[in-house]
């Protein structure tokens, strides 16, 4: 079974998820750690002569140092990039919590040192009706790190999600400040220190713009001791 086991969330889509967790999977393996991850559900898949195919869920097979099917990486794959309880429902298909736990609780039964999951969206990201995807984290107790793009609002989105994570019962492990633009935000320094003073959790990471995103790069700017004392 692995030993530590987190969920990756944002606060908001296009964020950067997939760029930290594949970052937090080089970091991991430059420690020697073995380690897994997975993409439960991913909209905006390309047909391929293989099936469906998401790039994020590809960038994490790579990424991880375990060997997995694309099948156990991203169970759930839906071709329109939108809405996961909107592609599925187009789809005639069911999204639930459950099933979605079972797909992660199979995964984390294997042996490795650290096991990520990449939620899809922001937290309260619709599953269907009456569930969202908090609901995986929440059942299966699971830590979570809190991706935070250095954008203009990102204080208020940031606290908001974690207030959201604390609320639901979990803890947040750590948080990872992501620049998305070539730009660098306007008092970009200040919006560092005031959330590093009330996110009441550990910064692993301040991760800089790249052109090309290389997770192996960005992860040289994290620090993953929080996670694993």
Known sequence: MAKHSFFVTGTDTGVGKTLVTAAILHAASAQGRRTLAMKPIASGCDQTPDGLRNEDALILQQAM?????????NPIAMAPAIAPHVAARQA??????QRLVGFCRGLQMRPADLFLVEGAGGWRVPL??????AQVPREMT???????????GCINHALLTAEA???????VAGWVANRPNAEV????????????NHMWAPCLGVIPWQSQADPALAAEYLDLRALFE
């Open 165 to 171: 994570i604390r609320a639901d019962g979990l803890t």
């Open 92 to 97: 005639g298909r069911q999204l639930t919590a």
């Open 128 to 133: 269907n009706e009456q569930e969202t995807y």
């Open 185 to 196: 935000m306007m008092a970009e320094e200040d919006t560092l220190a005031y959330l590093l």
């Open 65 to 73: 140092t375990e060997t997995l099917p694309y099948e156990q990486v």
């Open 142 to 152: 699971m830590p979570v790190i809190l991706v935070v793009p250095l954008q203009l």
